[in-house]
């Protein structure tokens, strides 16, 4: 009876994954390989976070190379200036929190090895391997995919990403984090980062605690 079960279950899961339209996956593949270059890749965003109690804008930065990565986030809200950084130089990863309060610390957390655990404002170009619908509208400009059904509980109940039509280039991101709705629009795309965007020198961190992992 219980292989009976197991076997059940691995064919429901096939049909939720057939729920995602063979149209959806080549334009997500070809946005993807837009984006992977030996030479690496840099995104620049508009970012709009609003919620009930309070919205807030800012930029994000996304950098990308083989393995490595960095990102930056900006985010202004009321009189309030938040600033972030997370990276992964290929050994070790880090991230970086700027105080906001005067009677705070900045910090900065370094640990070996690469932290699994997705960013807040990550983009996730595999939605088609999260979700178990997709729908797709063609507009003029873009191709807008509505992703529903998540197949883990972390992930956000509704994602919608829009692509340029003409060269399969990301243009835009939405999504809803906790109580969050989240919006990331692309304003610039940089083709070639230099290595040194991913070393992590801690002397750009004078006032940070550092906590080592």
Known sequence: MK????ILLMLLSTVAQAQIPDEVKDIL????????????CEIDMKLRVSAVIASMNGTMKMCK??????????MKVKSYEMYSETGYDGTQSWKYHKAVDE??????TITKGQTKKKEKFSINMGLDKEYKKAKLK???????????GPLNKDMPKKSIIRIVKDTYMLHEYETKVLIASVKMTVTKIKLGVSDNVFVLDTKKYPNAVVVRK
């Not at 292989?3 to 197991?6: A, D, F, G, R």
């Not at 593949?29 to 690496?40: A, L, R």
């Not at 190379?65 to 900006?74: E, T, Y």
Request: charged letters at 35%; glycine letters at 6%.
């Open 29 to 40: 593949k070809k946005c993807g390989e837009k984006s992977q270059f030996s030479n690496g």
């Open 65 to 74: 190379k083989g393995d490595k990565s960095f990102s930056a986030v900006k």
């Open 3 to 6: 292989q009976i079960l197991m």
């Open 103 to 108: 009677d705070e610390r900045d910090t900065l």
């Open 138 to 148: 063609t507009t003029d400009k873009f191709y807008e995919i509505t992703f529903t």
